[in-house]
């Protein structure tokens, strides 16, 4: 099979998956030098009893297997507020997160599995900036006296009200934006697109910003290239996540949107692939067409209407 490739693609390849596996290899060596070797907890024990022991030990839990470990932290670590990171590594910040959230949440759910298997969901509200408050949850796994992390982030099971709440103003959120744009970093850049999207909610029908605001963001957005870049591949990664990853991929898609009918208009056909742009849409088509996969109790309050991917059943 060689045959059908040049030298220099086979060349290539080979330092691509060298690549892949020098990052593999360095992210496993950093969640063994974390040490977090679960919890032992008494897995018969009723749910106050079993949730204390997980309080109790919130800093030693982590994912039982080094390769999750990794694998979580590099898609859910933009889930977390961005004053929640202590900046050491994905890997570490995403482990420190989910010890805050297993020590603060309150039980949503405990299930038990003919197995013997018990899945813990908690939650909690943190704030994130300009009176942004998010829901975060983490999921914990016990089993054979042992607790282990399964997942941190947005909530992906039950949801009883809205994951993101936006109480500022255009103004503070604009001027927030305009920070993160300005610091540049992979999650401000995150933040940034999430605090536009608060602008918009918080203008209601009136554009969020006047021209004057409008084009200092408009030109930081485009000097943010690479990022916007990774933003796109982000929720589009959401959006092929199906059932798990359409919180994301709808918010996501609103922040984009929001950039691009008030900030960046026609300049985003040069800075941004319609083609990922259509296959995140339709991905969100197929989504939406079963409403019980869109909770309602989850979207942003406020959330425009003409954002059709948070509505079930509304036409593109």
Not at 86 to 104: K, V, Y
Not at 130 to 135: F, L, N, Q, R, S
């Amino acid at each position: 099979m060689t045959d059908d490739f040049s030298p220099e693609e086979l060349a290539a390849s080979r330092m691509s998956a060298d690549s892949v596996q020098r990052r593999l290899d360095s992210d496993i060596a950093v969640v063994e030098q974390l040490a977090r070797r679960g919890a032992r907890v008494d897995t018969a024990a009723d749910s106050p009893t079993l949730v204390r022991q997980l309080k109790e030990q919130a800093g030693s839990i982590g994912f039982e297997s080094p390769i999750q470990a990794a694998t979580m932290s590099r898609n859910r670590i933009g889930e977390i507020p961005v004053d929640m990171l202590p900046g050491e590594s994905e890997i570490a910040d995403l482990h420190a997160a989910a010890a805050r959230l297993t020590s603060q949440g309150d039980l949503v759910s405990d299930f038990s599995a003919s197995d013997g298997v018990r899945t813990i969901v908690l939650h909690s509200m943190h704030e994130e900036a300009a009176k942004t408050y998010v829901t975060l949850e983490v999921e914990l796994r016990a089993a054979e006296g042992t607790a282990w992390l399964e997942s941190c982030g947005w909530p992906r099971g039950t949801v009883r009200s809205p994951v993101h709440t936006f109480a500022g103003t255009p103004t503070e959120y604009l001027t927030q934006a305009e920070a993160d744009l300005r610091n540049g970093a992979p999650h401000r850049f995150g933040r940034a697109m999430l605090m536009l999207f608060g602008a918009a909610i918080a203008s209601g029908a009136a554009p969020p910003a006047d021209a004057g605001r409008a084009t200092p963001i408009a030109e930081l957005l485009a000097a943010n290239r690479g990022s916007l870049d990774g933003y796109v591949s982000t929720a589009e990664s959401y959006s092929l996540s199906s059932e798990s990853g359409w919180y994301g991929a709808c918010l996501y898609r609103s922040a984009l949107e929001t950039a691009f009918e008030h900030f960046l208009g026609s300049s985003a056909f040069t800075l941004v692939d319609m083609e990922e742009i259509n296959d995140i849409d339709e991905e969100l088509q197929d989504l939406s067409a079963d409403p019980e996969l869109l909770p309602l109790a989850a979207v942003p309050a406020g959330a425009p209407t003409h954002h059709w991917w948070w509505f079930p059943g509304t036409d593109r």
